[in-house]
């Protein structure tokens, strides 16, 4: 994670940070190994550095963390999961532009 401002989530503070945040939050369950994952990785910083204000991104790792991925039933990644007000809002997979990432933050801010 290049962004200081990606928050790496575990199962230890996932709920301080996603389901009790007072701001949207955008979950990405990756592993290091994923090619797609790599890709994703530098669009999620530079929507972090851009909307830290606003909005809060954070990584899951998948082969770290595989509870939280069976809990939220991950089957393929990168999985991007949308939280408001601790609520999954809306869910996609694969790589996605950055463009739909922002507008769909924007939609639940």
Same mark, same amino acid.
């Given at each position: 994670?290049?962004?200081? !401002?990606?928050? *790496?989530?575990? =199962?230890? $503070?996932?709920?301080? &940070?996603?389901?009790?945040?007072?701001?949207?939050?955008?979950?990405?369950?990756?592993?290091?190994?994923?090619?797609?994952?790599?890709?994703?990785?530098?669009?999620?910083?530079?929507?972090a550095?851009?909307?830290? !204000?606003?909005? *809060?991104?954070? =990584?899951? $790792?998948?082969?770290? &963390?595989?509870?939280?991925?069976?809990?939220?039933?991950?089957?393929?990644?990168?999985?991007?999961?949308?939280?408001?007000?601790?609520?999954?809002?809306?869910?996609?997979?694969g790589?996605?532009?950055?463009?739909?990432?922002?507008? *769909?933050?924007?939609?639940?801010?």
């Amino acid at each position: 994670m290049a962004s200081p !401002a990606v928050i *790496k989530l575990t =199962k230890e $503070n996932f709920a301080a &940070e996603v389901l009790n945040s007072g701001v949207p939050v955008l979950v990405d369950f990756w592993a290091e190994w994923c090619g797609p994952c790599k890709m994703l990785g530098p669009i999620l910083d530079e929507i972090a550095t851009d909307k830290g !204000a606003t909005v *809060k991104i954070g =990584k899951v $790792n998948v082969d770290d &963390e595989n509870d939280l991925a069976a809990e939220y039933g991950v089957q393929s990644i990168p999985a991007l999961f949308y939280f408001k007000a601790g609520q999954l809002a809306h869910k996609s997979v694969g790589v996605t532009p950055k463009s739909q990432i922002v507008q *769909k933050l924007e939609s639940l801010a």
